[in-house]
């Protein structure tokens, strides 16, 4: 299997590659002064299996765009299979029609994906909170990897939180709160969340119930897929102080830290952030290569 890396996820495309034994694939991607992409791939692909590692964040259209041009330079150049490597898959949040007309994102994106010549997929903590699984939202066979138990491993190693208290922020939030939770022998519970979101608004107003007062003096440790505004986190690391919490740490698989989100949870209380190198940040301390290697290794 070749092992290729997009312009999103060169350094996780090397880690995967030598978690496999191997030197990554060779591409060139370059940008003209229009801004248009020059893009060539070194490597003999004819009737091999590779390996396209592209994170779609941040930029995601950008990103999402050359994806589509290396698979389809990967079908045309005979690749046996190709296998779409998106950690942080844009849009999943998109995935119902709360208002009419509003487009289906991540259905839309899906088919694009398929369309490019995409023949299987893996993605790592996927949000799709409403289909419930990734395969749902592809024709093509498509499977959810989770980076909760290798961030429960390092709050284990690094973090050793005292009499701790795995939470999720909000009901979704509790299945990777349980896998912490199982990592660090300890308990854990979930919030309760309700958005309320305007029509014509993208912003919402948050409102979170965060159960009887089991807190006091325990180290809290959250566990959710992502921080995009902090503000779930900020609103809940807020009502375990206030109900006695000691330290607070704060897992998550995606960082997508809009601007003010780290300083926001920390003015929340929270002493730590670790998140993973499905979006390269500050805070992208544990890398999801092992579990994405792993998952290569055995299909
Ligand atoms: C929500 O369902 C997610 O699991 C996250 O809790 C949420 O997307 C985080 O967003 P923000 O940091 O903007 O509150």
């Known amino acids: 299997m070749i092992v290729l890396g997009g312009s999103a996820s060169t350094e996780l495309a090397d880690k995967v ?11 060139e991607v370059k940008k003209f002064p229009d801004g248009e992409r020059y893009i060539r791939i070194h490597e003999e692909v004819m009737g091999q299996d590779v390996a396209l590692i592209q994170s779609l964040y941040k930029t995601p259209d950008d ?11 990967l079908r045309d150049m005979g690749a046996a299979n190709i296998i779409g490597v998106t950690p942080y898959l844009a849009y999943a ?47 093509v066979p498509a499977r959810n990897l989770s980076a909760m138990p290798a961030l429960g491993q390092y709050a284990l190693k690094t973090l050793k939180p005292k009499n701790p208290i795995v939470v999720g ?10 896998v912490v939770a199982k990592e660090l022998d300890a308990e854990h519970t979930a919030f309760t969340k309700r958005r309320i979101r305007k029509e014509g608004e993208t912003e919402s107003k948050l409102e979170l119930d965060t159960g009887p007062a089991i807190f006091k003096g325990r180290d809290v440790v959250f566990a959710d897929d992502m921080i995009s505004t902090g503000g779930t986190i900020a609103q809940a690391a807020k009502a375990c102080k206030k109900k006695g919490a000691r330290r607070i740490f704060v897992l998550c698989t995606h960082p997508v830290l809009a601007e003010g989100a ?16 499905t979006i390269p940040s500050p805070v992208s301390t544990v890398s999801v290569a092992p579990v994405i290697a792993a998952a290569l290794r055995s299909r």
């Open 17 to 27: 590659a030598k978690e496999l034994g191997q030197k990554p694939g060779r591409i």
């Open 63 to 73: 990103y999402i765009f050359e994806y589509m041009v290396i698979a389809d330079t």
């Open 93 to 139: 949040r998109q995935d119902s029609r709360f208002y009419p007309g509003e487009a289906l994102t991540s259905a839309s994106l899906a088919k694009m994906l398929e369309a490019a010549g995409t023949t299987s997929v893996l993605t790592v903590d996927c949000h799709l909170h409403r289909l419930g699984d990734v395969s749902k939202v592809f024709k």
């Open 169 to 178: 922020p909000d009901e979704e939030a509790e299945q990777w709160a349980a």
């Open 262 to 277: 780290l300083k926001r949870v920390k003015a929340a209380g929270v002493l730590k952030v670790v998140g993973t190198d």
